[in-house]
């Protein structure tokens, strides 16, 4: 089969590998010429499946642009050892991924509503557009549902796109699939009689927005013990959910098709008419919390310096293990003007070799990284659709964490003021990757320590490990002279028997150095090694 557009697949270089399955592997891309990413699948399966997926995909990525809620081909390659497809590129991973975060960071609820509700209707939107087309997706389950980064600030700040057409038909032409029915977790009742439809499209959905609201799946067990429960069991729904919610699953849930909603906009439209989840305030389903630990004895304070320079940033010196010659080739960032189109928010040396600045973009919003080699010769540019307003080195390589402003869905614009609204994000640049942190406080500092991250705001200090799993939720500090400060968090040293020890400072609302301390963390009871 030819390309869709007149392109080679030399004219792309692969950048590392993102992510395999049972008959495919998708490789991050970058095409030469024009720096675009983009994932390169290369698939492993059956010639007539992997033949469908293709046709399906030449169908939904003509014309163009296409539907921004399905993930689109650029190019699809035919060779004798099989299929390469050249697709949109999504950096926040998979929805398995991102539930499987939530979990991890120990909230109370899997995600918040807002956003469950903006990532299901994009998938509604998305199953719209292919069943126009007379397509069934077959396979609607969160690890065929892909994250990028939104465009636009009118939307939350992920956006999600249905991938993976190997089980996808033309339901008028093919009524009855022989084909595998995928995922028996989220097969509809006629799916494991051969039988496709949309309604059986939205069935899936139906079982991923139980997954996102309760924290769980209805049903569990080998492909047998699922199908006698899609089929004959009743979906167990808890006595205070709100008659909105109720009405949503049962309907989405039906064991006879034609009892669904009759199509993906009647869906979205009970979807949009959900407020809330239960009639009171929701049980907490997660069994460990984040520990608290009270600090206020174990603190320590440091003299203050006789410098009235503010505290902009505290860095572990496991990060500054940088040659000098090579850091006395960056210019000083507060040097820079700031009446470029671009305000300059940080240059990091990523490695002995290589420096990136970090630019940042109000009006869009968005954030530009630009390679350098350390004599100064531009290697390209990556833009991300987020507004990052902090950002530094981590322990790992390539691995970067920043603060990023949140978008007022409601109002358009960004969190200004005292107190913006933040989250927490870390960058993987080999390969390019971006993973949003649910966390249990309200963030306005990230600091990147050898172990793992520390999160603080006003109030308090969140500590995370490596895998940005919640440790421990530091309080007790002193209290803070406005409500917009942040404490500052860094090690003492990345000897081993130092790395324990943190130095927190704060500023107060004359920019001057007003508390620093040390804390001695073995002094503290965490559940970890460090």
């Given at each position: 089969m030819s390309s869709l557009v007149s392109i080679q697949l030399s004219d792309y270089r692969l950048l590392g590998l993102v992510g395999q399955g049972q008959f495919a592997q998708v490789y991050s891309a970058i095409h030469r010429r024009t720096g675009k990413l983009v994932a390169i699948k290369k698939i492993r399966h059956a010639a007539a499946q992997a033949d469908q997926e293709a046709l399906i995909l030449a169908q939904i990525s003509r014309p163009n642009p296409t539907h921004i809620n399905l993930v689109s081909a650029q190019a699809i390659f035919h060779s004798p050892t099989g299929y390469q497809f050249v697709l949109d590129y999504c950096e926040s991973g998979?929805?398995?991924?991102?539930?499987?975060?939530?979990?991890?960071?120990?909230?109370?609820?899997?995600?918040?509503?807002?956003?469950?509700?903006?990532?299901?209707?994009?998938?509604?939107?998305?199953?719209?557009?292919?069943?126009?087309?007379?397509?069934?997706?077959?396979?609607?389950?969160?690890?065929?549902?892909?994250?990028?980064?939104?465009?636009?600030?009118a939307h939350?700040?992920?956006?999600?796109?249905?991938?993976?057409?190997?089980?996808?038909?033309?339901?008028?032409?093919?009524?009855?699939?022989?084909?595998?029915?995928?995922?028996?977790?989220?097969?509809?009742?006629?799916?494991?009689?051969?039988?496709?439809?949309?309604?059986?499209?939205?069935?899936?959905?139906?079982?991923?927005?139980?997954?996102?609201?309760?924290?769980?799946?209805?049903?569990?067990?080998?492909?047998?013990?699922?199908?006698?429960?899609?089929?004959?069991q009743p979906i167990p729904l808890p006595h205070p959910l709100t008659p909105a919610a109720r009405h949503l699953l049962t309907t989405a849930l039906h064991k006879q098709p034609h009892q669904r909603f009759a199509s993906a906009e009647a869906m979205l439209s009970a979807l949009h008419d959900l407020k809330a989840v239960y009639r009171t305030i929701s049980p907490i389903r997660f069994?460990?919390?984040?520990?608290?630990?009270?600090?206020?004895?174990?603190?320590?304070?440091?003299?203050?310096?006789?410098?009235?320079?503010?505290?902009?940033?505290?860095?572990?010196?496991?990060?500054?293990?940088?040659?000098?010659?090579?850091?006395?080739?960056?210019p000083d960032k507060h040097s820079i003007p700031k009446d470029r189109p671009h305000p300059l928010l940080d240059i990091l040396a990523i490695d002995s070799r290589h420096r990136l600045h970090i630019?940042?973009?109000?009006?869009?919003?968005?954030?530009?990284?630009?390679?350098?080699?350390?004599?100064?010769?531009f290697i390209g540019m990556l833009s991300l659709n987020l507004l990052l307003t902090q950002i530094s080195l981590t322990a790992q390589p390539y691995q970067l964490i920043a603060l990023s402003q949140i978008t007022d869905v409601a109002t358009n614009t960004h969190s200004a003021g005292n107190r913006p609204s933040s989250t927490v994000v870390l960058i993987q640049l080999k390969p390019f990757q971006i993973k949003y942190l649910q966390l249990p406080i309200q963030p306005t500092q990230a600091s990147a320590l050898p172990w793992g991250y520390a999160i603080a705001n006003h109030q308090q200090i969140l500590l995370l490990d490596r895998e940005a799993t919640p440790i421990a939720q530091l309080q007790g500090l002193p209290s803070a002279i406005t409500s917009s400060q942040s404490w500052k968090v860094a090690t003492l040293s990345p000897d081993p028997q130092h790395k324990t020890t943190l130095v927190l400072a704060q500023t107060n609302a004359n920019q001057k150095v007003s508390k620093r301390f040390t804390l001695d963390l073995k002094r503290l009871d965490l559940d970890f090694i460090f």
């Open positions: 998979t929805l398995r991924s991102h539930l499987n975060a939530a979990i991890l960071s120990r909230l109370p609820t899997p995600l918040p509503l807002l956003e469950t509700k903006s990532l299901i209707a994009d998938i509604l939107h998305g199953l719209s557009h292919l069943h126009h087309q007379s397509i069934t997706h077959n396979d609607l389950k969160p690890e065929n549902i892909l994250l990028t980064l939104t465009a636009s600030p939350p700040p992920l956006t999600a796109k249905i991938a993976d057409f190997g089980h996808a038909r033309r339901f008028r032409a093919f009524p009855l699939s022989l084909a595998e029915i995928g995922s028996p977790t989220y097969a509809a009742p006629e799916r494991f009689s051969g039988h496709s439809s949309p309604a059986s499209d939205l069935y899936a959905v139906g079982i991923m927005l139980y997954e996102m609201l309760l924290g769980d799946r209805p049903f569990s067990g080998d492909p047998d013990t699922l199908r006698q429960a899609h089929q004959t069994e460990t919390a984040v520990p608290t630990i009270c600090v206020a004895q174990t603190l320590v304070p440091l003299p203050l310096t006789q410098s009235t320079e503010p505290v902009r940033q505290l860095v572990s010196r496991s990060q500054t293990s940088f040659s000098q010659e090579y850091l006395s080739t960056l630019r940042t973009s109000l009006r869009s919003p968005k954030t530009y990284f630009e390679c350098f080699t350390r004599k100064g010769r």
